[in-house]
């Protein structure tokens, strides 16, 4: 996402790329759902978009105010995983565009207050919406072998168990720094080395405390259930768990899935392709990444509506807690 405060100052990431993915025209309605500091939204608007943005940060709703009446955007505070809810109740079936800029927005990493990074010591918070449950309630309660799996499923940290049994033995933990402290004990950390071992275990608890791999899933097929007949969703991740989400989500959706064997049935013939055939992943090229090193992970997928009715295999589960 882009940074909070002045969009004016930073470009978002693959910028060009999403606003040709969503091949904008005067006068239609388009969704940003991560608002961020605005940056997407505001180019959206420039390109005479009618723009709905949402962001559950309240931190982002209240400083975009500006940008909002400058732009005539649109801002609601709220998962985007609620946009076609939140829309209708603001008398808005169907939209032309749906973007998604996945994952920690730069303005809360760079605030030390908010307590994603270990750049800077802060609260161990690490909640976007400033509600329930933080990084600490969970670090400091939950069971090792949990904290294990959560390092391991959301982190990939291949010594999840090690990392686990060193935080409990820690507790309680209060701050980033004593985290981060933690783990490179538990893993050993050289100065020299090029990726500090604390990445992976923020990574992954940020990701279960907000429950971001569910936000995504419930936001794509909300994107599928609101999109019109040629309508374009354009999405960006920043590493390969929300990646691979998004590429099987397309995949499935576009009718690109192996199809029967003896083995396996046939795909139903009401599982009729509610978008086509999704375009080529897109990355950042080398003057990108010159000009922004968080761009470096970021990949973009994009693919079109057909007119297939939304099929909300996930929006029929019930909420998980």
Do not use: C, W
């Not at 603001?90 to 973007?99: E, H, K, P, Y």
């Not at 275990?201 to 419930?218: D, K, M, Y």
């Not at 968080?294 to 029929?316: D, E, F």
Request: proline content about 5%.
């Amino acid at each position: 996402m882009t940074p909070a405060a002045d969009p004016g100052r930073h470009i978002p990431v693959l910028l060009d790329e999403v606003l040709h993915a969503l091949a904008i025209n005067p006068g239609e309605r388009h969704v940003d759902g991560t608002f961020g500091a605005g940056g997407y939204s505001a180019a959206m608007a420039e390109r005479g978009a009618q723009v709905f943005a949402f962001d559950r940060d309240p931190d982002a709703i209240r400083e975009g105010q500006a940008l909002s009446h400058e732009r005539g955007i649109e801002l609601i505070e709220g998962e985007f995983s609620r946009m076609e809810e939140l829309l209708a109740d603001r008398g808005v079936a169907s939209v032309s565009g749906v973007t998604l800029d996945i994952g920690v927005s730069s303005m809360q990493l760079d605030r030390a207050e908010r307590g994603f990074s270990f750049q800077a010591d802060g609260p161990l918070a690490m909640t976007m919406s400033r509600t329930g449950m933080s990084a600490a309630d969970f670090l400091n309660t939950a069971p090792e072998q949990e904290i294990a799996d959560v390092l391991y499923r959301y982190g990939e940290e291949p010594r999840s168990r090690r990392v686990a049994k060193a935080i409990v033995e820690a507790r309680p933990l209060e701050r980033t720094g004593q985290l981060a402290a933690v783990v490179r004990r538990a893993l050993g950390h050289k100065p020299h080395d090029k990726k500090d071992p604390a990445t992976r275990t923020f990574q992954a608890i940020r990701i279960h405390v907000n429950r971001e791999l569910e936000e995504l899933e419930r936001g794509l097929e909300a994107a599928e259930a609101l999109l019109e007949e040629g309508g374009r969703l354009a999405v960006v991740t920043f590493h390969s768990l929300e990646d691979r989400i998004v590429k099987q989500f397309l995949r499935q959706r576009s009718g690109n899935e192996a199809g029967g064997s003896r083995h396996m049935p046939e795909r139903q013939a009401s599982d009729i392709p509610t978008f086509e055939r999704p375009a080529k992943a897109v990355r950042p090229g080398q003057a990108e990444l010159t000009r922004n090193p968080r761009a470096r992970s970021a990949t973009l997928r994009s693919a079109v509506r057909t007119g297939a009715p939304a099929r909300r295999s996930h929006a029929s589960r019930s909420d998980r807690s």
